[in-house]
């Protein structure tokens, strides 16, 4: 592995091997990668320290145990992921503790907490087909070993119980297949065409013998028991011809058939292979939301002719150089499997969801196309990533991260200014609270990802968090927005209110960087709503009822008005005016004692009133300390986490990874720096994991950090230099994200609690006004006041989920996104 210090002799080579590699890019950002040496590989395996089955195995620690990954081959963003879904249905398709595998799909959310997808699973079977997959699916299912089983970036293998060896690879839309059956068996592979995890409405499969190939298409959808739904068409293309074919109706099986066409039936096809010139069979499969036709171009521009193993190496490269985008020096073999592997999982997904003559459906459901090396996403957990996987993308990929804002206002638009929460393919599912699309764009903008048409959406923003939604609406953005904009916030529901704060600041901070400022002090002003749920009387922020009354028996592990939490871990919630919240509370003394009670533990889940890092509502929790004048508490508690609560194993994340957000905030642990304000791009510090990192950045930028004897048991900074110069603040200003520079820390192994302690040290807070609000420690509590700036008592200021389980934008920039104006097709 190279060292830091060397890297960046790879640069100008970039250009030519993105495009070998088949890496998106944009012509202004593109992703650096290393250069190749004489012999085709590029110098320095990060892929080595990935590890795609960590997060798939429970934990038992808490009710949101599990990663919820998948260990399937995948390209970086891609629309494929190709990976076995064991017998037990997951959210991620895959149970470490699981035996037995019952197909290998092609589609997969990684780490969401509700079973999604799993469409298309693919299964050989050594023996003939002669009973229905349908009626008696036990009859397909077959065994394996985790001895036999292995998996990279790009690449999943397995040899079956059967002695069927098993291997997939992945492109960004497309899938390679190797299946290497048993001598002397018969060579079956079925196709469950409605086998998608939630079931299937529609779907269709035809067999063409002349072609080998087998097409068709699932719909399917309910995520988290939405009414969400799509259509994904494949094209499958084999290297053999078949020997035999048939379908499968429900619990009729039809030797011969060669097409089945269903709605809300179990059927699918198979076919058999003479296997006796040779035992394996390859195949290569298209996906696509927009046609069959579609799929097949899809896999025949990014496979051609290539060989399986040629694929795969060349997914693996598009991997490494991804992975090259930080690198770590030092560490143990554990330390660094577990930071490449996080680092893996935060680039999974969203996923490209336009084909690659840049076809895709809308949210309209009509076929709209993507220009000039552009790409549309899809996939996007919104009350998840907002947190600190969105700035990650943004600052590591701007290039993707810009087209991931430009899709979620494609998206928002086509449904005429509607803004999902967690959006699966081209549909809305409503999942969760809150209005988080708005942070992610304003997030993204302030690191950099700039390349979008962002004062066009801003005027969406402000449409979807201003319009009251008439009963009956296909999907409600904001639900009891009349409440939260005439009382200042959403009765007995706190998480809520506090949700759509924060959205309402991040669309403040996208209008002021914007030049926008009207709607800037507006957003802002309604940012301060959380006061409105603030009571004096026990300094707690909770539920409030229409009548303006607080409750008479609150309790901070109570669950009631809050989503996947209680109170306490929702008390820290006000990311971006914790100055404002502090000294509510009664100063930075009292909060210090509260943060130390709440994080005596830091997994607890969500029945105690103490962190629960393991979901999302508590990752701010743990660097509020540098708000209070106590970084190095920030630096104990992020060392803690990092130490005990992640791990190199399957059974490495203690909580669901909802598409990369945990791991993401893994990698931002170890470098040692936070996102903690959605919407702005100020980075609070703890310390870093390793003693020397390297982040490579577009345009020849990259932050460097030298941590000598940095280890697991040093935490503490005793002195930090920023860009040369001695620094006693925990946090780093804009134009370090911006520019990028050099961060050299002095570690110990004892904290040094006058570091960063001051009160001209502590970040930037962000009350009603237009600019920071400098942080005034005082022990005393200042009087709470309402946004509108009125004093409030315990009655007035009034002002006027869980998971279900059932820039600079260019203002030319409407012009590379257009409605060709076709309804989807069949192929």
């Known amino acids: ?10 640069g100008r080579l970039f250009l030519a091997i993105a ?5 998106p890019t944009a012509a202004a950002a593109p992703v650096r990668a290393a250069t190749e040496d004489g012999t085709g590989s590029i110098p320095g395996d990060l892929t080595q320290y990935v590890n795609p089955f960590v997060g798939t195995k429970k934990t038992g620690t808490t009710g949101y145990d599990g990663g919820n990954t998948f260990p399937g081959a995948d390209a970086p963003f891609g629309m494929v992921q190709w990976s076995p879904d064991t017998h037990g249905p997951q959210p991620g398709g895959y149970a470490y503790t699981d035996h037995e595998i019952r197909g290998f799909s092609l589609t997969h959310l990684s780490g969401a907490g509700c079973t999604a997808a799993q469409d298309l699973p693919f299964m050989p079977h050594a023996g003939s087909v002669t009973k229905s997959p349908a009626a008696e699916p036990g009859t397909y299912l077959d065994g394996f070993s985790h001895d036999a089983e292995s998996a990279r970036p790009g690449y999943y293998g397995v040899t079956l119980a059967s002695g069927t060896k098993v291997e997939l690879t992945a492109t960004q839309r497309s899938g390679a297949g ?3 059956y048993p001598a002397g068996s018969r060579a079956s592979l079925l196709i469950d065409v409605s086998g998608s995890v939630n079931g299937a409405s529609d779907a269709r499969a035809t067999v063409d013998r002349a072609r080998r190939t087998i097409t068709g298409y699932v719909t399917s959808g309910g995520f988290c028991g939405s009414g969400n739904r799509y259509r994904v068409y494949f094209s499958a293309t084999f290297d053999q011809p078949f020997a035999a074919v048939g379908t499968w109706h429900d619990a009729v099986v039809s030797p011969g058939g060669e097409r089945v066409d269903t709605a809300r039936a179990d059927s699918g096809a198979y076919v058999t292979f003479d296997t006796t010139r040779s035992r394996t069979v390859g195949v290569k499969v298209g996906l696509s939301y927009v046609s069959i036709a579609g799929a097949a171009e899809n896999a025949a521009q990014e496979q051609g002719s290539a060989s399986f193993d040629t694929i795969a190496e060349k997914t693996r490269k598009q ?37 690659v003559n840049g076809r895709y459906i809308g949210f309209d459901g009509r076929i709209h196309e993507v220009r000039d090396g552009h790409h549309q996403y899809a996939n996007f957990s919104g009350w998840d990533i907002y947190r600190c996987e969105a700035q990650m993308l943004a600052l590591l990929a701007p290039d993707v991260a810009s087209d991931i804002a430009q899709s979620m206002y494609n998206q928002a638009h086509q449904a005429r200014d509607v803004w999902d929460r967690w959006s699966v393919d081209n549909d809305f599912t409503g999942v969760m609270n809150g209005d988080p699309y708005h942070s992610i764009l304003a997030g993204m903008y302030a690191f950099g990802a700039t390349d979008f048409d962002a004062r066009a959406a801003l005027a969406s923003m402000v449409k979807g968090a201003t319009t009251i939604q008439q009963t009956g609406a296909r999907y409600v953005e904001r639900p009891g927005l009349a409440d939260y904009l005439s009382l200042g916030y959403v009765p007995d529901d706190v998480s809520t209110t506090l949700e759509y704060t924060t959205a309402d600041f991040g669309i403040a901070a996208l209008a002021g960087r914007l030049g926008d400022t009207g709607t800037q002090a507006t957003f802002r002003k309604r940012a301060q709503h959380w006061r409105n749920l603030f009571h004096p009387a026990g300094s707690w922020i909770q539920p409030r009822g229409r009548d303006g009354s607080f409750g008479s028996h609150f309790d901070p592990a109570g669950e009631k008005g809050y989503v996947e939490g209680n109170a306490a871990q929702y008390q820290w919630m006000v990311p971006y005016d914790l100055a404002g919240l502090f000294t509510a509370m009664g100063g930075d003394e009292k909060v210090v004692r509260r943060l130390d009670e709440f994080f005596r533990k830091l997994n607890a889940g969500p029945d105690e009133p103490h962190a629960f890092l393991g979901n999302e509502p508590s990752l701010n929790s743990p660097w509020t300390y540098v708000y209070a004048g106590a970084p190095h508490r920030t630096q104990g508690v992020v060392r803690r986490a990092v130490n005990t609560l992640w791990g190199p194993g399957p059974d490495g994340e203690v909580g669901n990874d909802d598409l990369g957000t945990l791991s993401s905030w893994y990698v931002w642990a170890a470098l040692g720096m936070y996102p903690q304000v959605p919407g702005r791009a100020e980075l609070v510090l703890a310390s870093p994991l390793f003693p020397a990192v390297t982040v490579h950045r577009d345009g020849g930028r990259s932050i460097r950090i030298d941590a000598p004897g940095a280890d697991a048991d040093t935490p503490y900074v005793h002195a930090l230099k920023v860009n040369g110069v001695a620094s006693s603040r925990a946090w780093l200003p804009e134009s370090f994200v911006r520019d990028g520079g050099t961060l050299d820390y002095t ?18 807070s962000f009350g009603g006004g237009a600019d920071p609000v400098p942080h005034k420690r005082t022990p005393g509590r200042a009087a709470l006041r309402s946004a509108t700036g009125r004093s409030c008592a315990p009655q007035g200021c009034h002002a006027g989920r869980r998971h279900h389980h059932p820039g600079r934008g260019r203002h030319h920039h409407h012009g590379w996104r257009h409605a060709v104006g076709h309804r989807p097709v069949d192929g």
């Not at 495009?19 to 890496?23: L, R, S």
């Open 319 to 355: 991997w490494n150089a991804r992975l090259h985008q930080i690198e770590v020096a030092g560490g143990t073999d554990a330390q660094r499997t577990t930071f490449y592997t996080a680092l893996y999982h935060s680039l999974l997904q969203p996923n490209v969801f336009d084909d």
């Open 178 to 180: 190797r299946f290497t």
């Open 1 to 10: 592995m190279p060292t830091p210090a060397k890297s960046w002799r790879w």
């Open 19 to 23: 495009v070998a590699a088949g890496i």
């Open 747 to 764: 570690l110990g192994d004892t904290p040094d609690t006058a570091w960063g302690a001051a009160r001209s040290d502590a970040p930037p």
